[in-house]
């Protein structure tokens, strides 16, 4: 997509953010609350740091709810970065 340094970095980002996004399960996570909507240089194609904005869009807000869909996928990524390296796997999520 990009020719330059930082739009190759861009994309190494946007590869990972993929690869977390798909591993986690937390559109699954998420569904479960609302809509998620992806924002940001996530969504623009222009990341330049490990991070991923997502918005809930929902009828009405529910803090008590976000909260614990906040705590299972903390929990998620947890478990998940333990079996990677109980099985030696060098690819790591960041939590």
Request: hydrophobic letters at 35%.
């Amino acid at each position: 997509m990009f020719n330059t340094i930082l739009g190759k970095e861009s994309e190494r980002y946007k590869k990972n953010a993929d690869a977390l996004i798909t591993e986690s399960g937390i559109l699954d996570i998420l569904k479960k609350y609302g809509t998620p909507v992806f924002v940001g240089s996530y969504a623009a194609n222009l990341m330049m740091s490990a991070d991923i904005d997502i918005h809930i869009l929902r009828e009405k807000p529910y803090k008590k709810e976000l909260n614990k869909s906040n705590l299972t996928l903390q929990k998620r990524l947890l478990r998940q970065n333990s079996a990677r390296k109980s099985c030696g796997s060098k690819k790591k999520i960041m939590t």
